[in-house]
């Protein structure tokens, strides 16, 4: 059976949203992570209050625990913000924030910025809303290549927008916006929920997938590896007899439980996870 490297698995403070950055940080470091996504939640590093100042203590965190950031991904489906609102002023808004954000990623010498493809009115025709968010992540995309920042675009369960749900629609998308700094982020509960397979995010995109967010579901939710009953463990084999040499973290959150323990939460995620890596670590 093929395993990953160590290193390929990174940390996320998904649940970790109710505890002080630093004992996130402390607790990445504390179970050998040297790489962290970093999820964009209040009070850590939200896209509304990541004044220089907080980014300067989230900097000096990161180099007190010797973590270095793959990806900023600021919440971008509960908040106030929406890259294909058909409100124009609140989509102007959205996509200034997230220019913003690739200025984050830079500042913490990030290399990737999440981007989802926001969502239209329901009572429009699709069109509108898919031209809408097109637009925006081809200017936000081409503002975060201007600062050697690359971005990752997701799909996203069709009760969370009615853009992007499934790998075929991601494919048409990368292929309008026409923009070569798009890698491919495969979410395990995106993909069950579209019917996806992990053969056709390598058909479609090749080396272009660079970040896979393991989550268990029914086949929804965000639940901790053993939660739910998807076939996580086939999942991995196949990524990596794919030769996957991107990124892999968890996304547990969703669950009150989660976030009271979210140590608990993860370990629980590692030792599932333990069979799929590399003997021996990366300290």
């Known amino acids: 059976m093929a395993r990953f490297p160590r290193d390929r698995l990174i940390g996320a403070n998904f649940a970790f949203q109710h505890y002080p950055f630093e004992r996130f940080a402390a607790q990445m470091r504390a179970f050998g992570m040297r790489e962290i996504e970093l999820w964009g939640i209040a009070p850590h590093l939200d896209l509304h ?31 106030p913000i929406n890259i294909a609102s058909g409100d124009a002023d609140w989509r102007r808004s959205s996509i200034d924030l997230f220019k913003r954000g690739a200025e984050i990623c830079a500042a913490l010498g990030a290399s990737r910025l ?11 025709p699709p069109a509108a809303a898919w031209q809408r968010s097109a637009a925006a992540l081809r200017e936000i995309s081409e503002h975060a290549a201007s600062l050697g920042v690359r971005c990752l675009l997701e799909p996203l369960q069709r009760v969370e927008t009615n853009v992007l749900t499934n790998a075929a629609d991601l494919r048409r998308m990368l292929d309008e916006v026409g923009v070569g700094t798009i890698d491919v982020v495969l979410d395990t ?75 608990a939460a993860w370990k629980r995620c ?14």
């Not at 300067?56 to 625990?65: G, I």
């Open 49 to 79: 209050h990541a004044t220089p100042s907080r980014i300067a203590a989230v900097r000096r965190t990161l180099a007190e625990f010797d973590l270095g950031v793959f990806c900023y991904t600021p919440e971008q489906v509960l908040y």
């Open 114 to 124: 999440f981007l989802t493809s926001g969502r239209g009115w329901e009572c429009e």
């Open 189 to 263: 509960v995106a993909l069950a929920t579209a019917g996806d397979t992990v053969a056709d995010y390598f058909d479609l995109f090749g080396d272009r997938v660079a970040h896979v967010q393991i989550v268990d579901g029914t086949p929804a939710g965000h639940l901790v590896w053993g939660d739910g009953n998807l076939p996580l463990d086939l999942w991995i084999d196949e990524l990596a007899a794919a030769g996957y040499a991107g990124r892999l973290t968890f996304e547990p959150f969703g669950n009150g439980a989660y976030a009271l323990d979210p140590v």
């Open 270 to 283: 590692l030792a599932a996870i333990e069979p799929h890596l590399e003997v021996g670590s990366t300290d």
